[in-house]
Structures are given as C-alpha cells and as structure tokens.
C-alpha cells in the first residue's frame, strides 16, 4: 500500500518534471506556473507541493537534465575533434557551450534565471551535476598550465567557464557587446589560443 | 513663452533621472515605477511620459549616468597604480569592474537588465559612452597583441570584457561559480596574466 503511494509520487514527480522540461525549453522559467502545470499534470495544484517544495525546486529538476544534455552535447563534440591538444579541446568546449546556448536558449537561460532569483539552499546532486562540468574543463586546463598548483588549476578552470560564459551572454544579448554572432566563434578561439602559461 | 516651457521640460526630466537614479541605486529597475516617480516629482504620471517616450528611456537615462561613473571609477583606479605595463594596467581595470560592480550592485545589474528586458532602439549617445568604456580597454590589448589586426583588437576587447564581466556575474551569484569574493580578485590576475600573444 505504502509503496503504491510511494510509485504515484514518483511518477506524478516524474510527469510534472517532463512538463516543466517542455514549458522551460519553450519559454524559460516564467511558463512555469503552478495552476497551469496542474491542469498539464491533471492533479491538483496542492498535489504539486506535495511532491516539490516549491516551483524552485522543480525548475532545479529541469536544470538538472539541462546540465546533463549540456554535458553530452560539450563530450559530442570534443569527442568529434581529431585534434586533442588542450588548447583545441578547450576551444571545442567553448564552442560547444556557445551552440548549445544558441540552440537551447530558454533552457539555457534558466540554468542561471533560477539562481539569480532564489535564496534557498542547492542540493548536493544539483552542486554534483556543476561539478561534473567543470571536471571536464578542468582536464584541459591542467594540461595547458603543467605548473599551476591545484587550486590555482580550479580558480582557472572556473574564471575560465566564467569567460566563456560572459562572452556567451553578452553575445547573445546583442546590443551590449555588439559582435556579430558568427563572430563570437571566432572572439571564443581568440581569447583561448592567446591563453598561455606565461606567468 | 516657448522657452519657458522648454526650460520647464527640461527641470522636470533632470529631477525624473535624479529620482530614478536613486531608485535604481536601491533596488534596480525593479523601483522604476510611473505612479511612485511621478508622486515622487509631484507631475502627473502622465507628465513622464511627456519627456521620456517609456520608462526605459528613464532608465537608459540612469543607465548613461552610471556607464559615466564605471568610467570614472576605472581610469581613477588605472591612474592610482604605478604600474603601467599593459597586463598591468588591464588587471587594475577588471578588479576596479568587479569592485564598481561591488559597491554598485543593483545599478550595475541594470545596465544590463534593461539590455535583457527591451527590444527598442538603442539611442546613439548610449553606443556612445559604451564605446569610450571600451576604448579605455582597446589601449592596453593593443599593446599587449602587437601583431593583432586592428579587426581582433576590437574583438579581443569586447572578448576580454565580456570575459571579466562573466566572472564578476558568477561569482557575485555566488551558488554557481562558487569562488568566494575574495578569490575572484586572484582568478581575473590569472586570467589575465595568462594571455599573451602566442597565437
């Protein structure tokens, strides 16, 4: 009995999730609303609390799978590049980061939309799937700076996803920086060839 | 007649700017409000919109005063350090960022909110004064690239602004970059110690 409640949790939690994955890579966080996603789900909309704490927690779910299809899409392409060198696997990263972007903008966007707009605390797994990003970066970057110490590996490995994520944003959002976006290739593999340890 | 009107137009749309400016240094684009300014500039709410077209014109407004005063905020700190080797001088000016940012959070953010959030026009004194933050920067790339082409100069500035401007967004969005402040400072120094021409 118990575990019967327990399956139609977790496939209400499930279908709810699925909703919310196609609302956001629509729309981005603003189509999740919780009447709405109740008449989707055809529960009632306190069904959804019972499941999630709070629309936060499952926009988290989304970008968790978010997270996760930008990592296959990063490994997808590194893994067609021939060239294994740091600086071609970076530049292939940095690339991938910006055609994902592209084509996923709304999903893309609320990866960060929800952080700047929650206070609550993030889940370990949320904080793993970060991590598990990161590692991939962190590779090449050790490779390109044999003699930074570790830490200064990690600084570099996020001031450098960082970058790229500033190149991306400001990019997409046309009139700041104003650079053709065929262009934006070309400002990603700029930056990262003229990266050197030379310090 | 005409002129007293005209001076009347103009002594209500610096008081508007001064009062938006003050709100955005509070609390963002968030506080710009009609009802609240005009009660604020004792007009009527229909009055605003006798000197600004919208209420982003308002804000670009405030928006201009604050790119004046990052201006400012960055030459001071470049003229403040003896150092003047290009690597140097480029470090000064993406930490005096990260500190305007700092010191200056919400106007900062509406910089670029009001960018994320309109579709109009962007006037051109805007460009403008966008421009001469960037020619502060276009100096020190040049002469740390020598052999760039005036063309990548261009895109190595923007690049490398959109890049510090990434790490100063995460990481004062503390649950994604996860590099507390006091890194930050070290991670753009190695960034930007890291790039040289070897392309």
């Known amino acids: 009995m118990a575990g019967k409640i327990q399956k139609k949790r977790e ?3 499930r ?3 699925d909703l919310a994955e196609k609302r956001v890579a629509d729309g981005g966080i603003q189509q999740i609303r919780a009447r709405e996603l109740a008449k989707e789900a055809e529960c009632a909309v306190g069904a959804i609390y019972n499941v999630f704490g709070d629309l ?4 988290m779910a989304v970008n968790g799978r978010t997270f996760k299809r930008l990592g296959t899409y990063v490994l997808e392409a590194v893994n067609a590049n021939p060239d294994t060198s740091p600086t071609a696997v970076l530049t292939t990263m940095a690339h991938a980061y910006l055609g994902f972007a592209q084509s996923n903008t709304p999903a893309w966007r609320t990866l960060f939309d929800l952080e700047m707009s929650t206070e609550q605390e993030v889940p370990e797994w949320y ?5 598990q990003l990161l590692a991939l970066i962190a590779k090449p970057v050790a490779q390109n700076f044999p003699d930074l110490p570790p830490g200064d590996v990690e600084l570099m490995t ?8 500033g190149i991306v944003v400001l990019g997409l959002e046309k009139r700041i920086s104003a650079v053709p976006t065929d262009e934006l290739e070309r400002m990603i ?3 990262i060839n003229s990266l050197s340890e030379n310090s």
Chains 1, 2 share one sequence.
């Open 158 to 165: 996020r001031g450098l996803f960082s970058s790229i994520h």
């Open 15 to 17: 279908r709810l999730i």
């Open 127 to 131: 904080l793993f799937e970060l991590q």
């Open 56 to 59: 936060n927690e499952l926009v």
């Open 11 to 13: 496939d209400l939690r």
């Open 189 to 191: 593999s700029l930056i």
